[in-house]
């Protein structure tokens, strides 16, 4: 079988949560099958991580994403998140590498590269949703005001009639739980759907000793996705003082790239108090972040905006690390509070639950138990990979 990624983003190296979930897929199908890889990278600096892309397949073809030339209109057709990811010069590679590699599947990763689909022929198309987009966008009218949230209601509009006519396209979908799976094939109205969530490498799962500090507190995510941030600022803003306190001795540690240059353009007066407050380091970018982990009591996930599942929390249970997440933080997963990780939505809520969790070490200790039981039996990357390759042999053994 061979298989053309088509993807917004280059998954090397495997920073965020969906760059680790295309690397996954894309080093393991392509130890039994030929692969391929067209798509964008961000910043030059970026371009020859396409190298180490190469090493797994045989044709790449990369681009660097430019700003959209023309100002956004209120009246458009597409959504913002859609027209900015076209390029007339990565349309014109992904023709002339479908012409020359003659996929079978063309996978198309993010529901923003399937307006692609017409640039290849005899080819199965299968998308990707890593998250849905319309989703993700429908939390945040919530969220604005004024015009701000007449503009936002109708940008998702458009996105949902976009998802739902890529959905109704494609040949198969893979989506990231069953959950999204069920809202998919609502939309879609057809049920060509396979849920592949992400997974951990069995290495992670090993036993390992654990030292954690007392009283410190894990907040990962890569800050350029805006959820991310949002969840980053209600945590600090909402929940800390509630948690400092109840605990004078907290301490929080802040993981992720971006992390200082999103601060400081979206809330540069936070970013501030930050740097300032002697219970918070911004730790950036953590290249070992099992390490990281290793020296959290527990890590928070106050998540709400967004969908799919989160990559973090899986990672954290793997390594053992006891959870506190929002119920939008967990979805996804087959937890129960109390049982994997504990749950809450309410600032003060949270709050409690950070806390309880820093003073009881009986609950850390059945909470890592059974979070790396749950990671085990249900995200296992071996096999997760299995389930995928099986559903892009089943979508080209349909098409042929």
């Known amino acids: 079988m061979k298989v053309l990624f088509v993807s917004p983003f280059l998954p090397y190296p495997p920073v965020a949560g969906g760059h680790r979930q295309i690397w996954s897929w894309l080093t393991r199908l392509s130890a039994t099958h030929e692969t391929g890889f067209v798509g964008f990278y961000e910043r030059e600096e970026e371009a020859p991580n396409a190298e180490r892309i190469a090493e797994h397949c045989s044709l790449v073809r990369v681009r660097l994403r430019k700003p959209t030339p023309h100002a956004y209109s209120s009246f458009a057709q597409l959504p913002r998140w859609v027209t900015e990811f076209f390029s007339e010069e990565l349309a014109s590679d992904l023709a002339a590498a479908a012409r020359s590699f003659r996929p079978d599947i063309v996978q198309f990763l993010h529901t ?10 005899n080819a199965s198309v299968v998308l990707t949703a890593l998250d849905i987009a319309s989703v993700a966008h429908g939390r945040r009218i919530a969220m604005s005001k004024d015009i701000e949230r007449l503009e936002a209601r109708l940008e998702w509009i458009r996105m949902l009639r976009h998802e739902s006519t890529m959905f109704a396209r494609a040949d198969h979908i893979i989506a990231v739980s069953e959950h999204d799976a069920r809202v998919i094939e609502s939309a879609a109205r057809h049920d060509r759907v396979t849920a592949v969530p992400p997974g951990v490498d069995r290495e992670q799962l090993e036993p390992r000793e654990r030292r954690p500090e007392p009283g410190r507190v894990l907040y990962v995510g890569h800050m350029e996705h805006y959820p991310n941030l949002d969840g980053l600022l209600y945590l600090y803003r909402d929940i800390w003082p509630h948690v400092r306190h109840a605990y004078p001795a907290v301490r929080l540690t802040i ?7 999103e601060l400081g353009r979206v809330a540069p007066d936070t970013l501030a108090r930050m740097e300032r407050d002697a219970t918070i380091e911004i730790a950036g970018f953590v290249p070992d972040l099992g390490a990281t982990m290793d020296t959290a009591t527990a890590m928070a996930a106050p998540l709400r905006l967004g969908s799919g599942v989160r990559n973090k929390a899986i990672e954290a249970m793997a390594a053992g690390l006891p959870v506190v997440a929002t119920r939008l933080g967990a979805q996804g997963l087959s937890v129960a509070h109390g049982r994997e990780l504990l749950l809450a939505d309410g ?5 409690r639950e950070l806390v309880h969790i820093l003073r009881d070490h009986r609950l850390q200790e059945a909470l890592s138990a059974a979070g790396r039981d749950l990671v085990a039996r249900d995200h296992d990357n071996d096999r997760l990979g299995k389930r995928l390759e099986r559903a892009l042999m089943r979508a080209a053994g349909e098409r042929s």
Not at 347 to 351: D, G, H, K, L, Q
């Open 347 to 351: 600032a003060e809520s949270f709050a």
């Open 112 to 121: 923003n590269m399937a307006q692609y689909h017409r640039y290849v022929s």
């Open 255 to 261: 993981a992720g790239g971006g992390t200082r240059e």
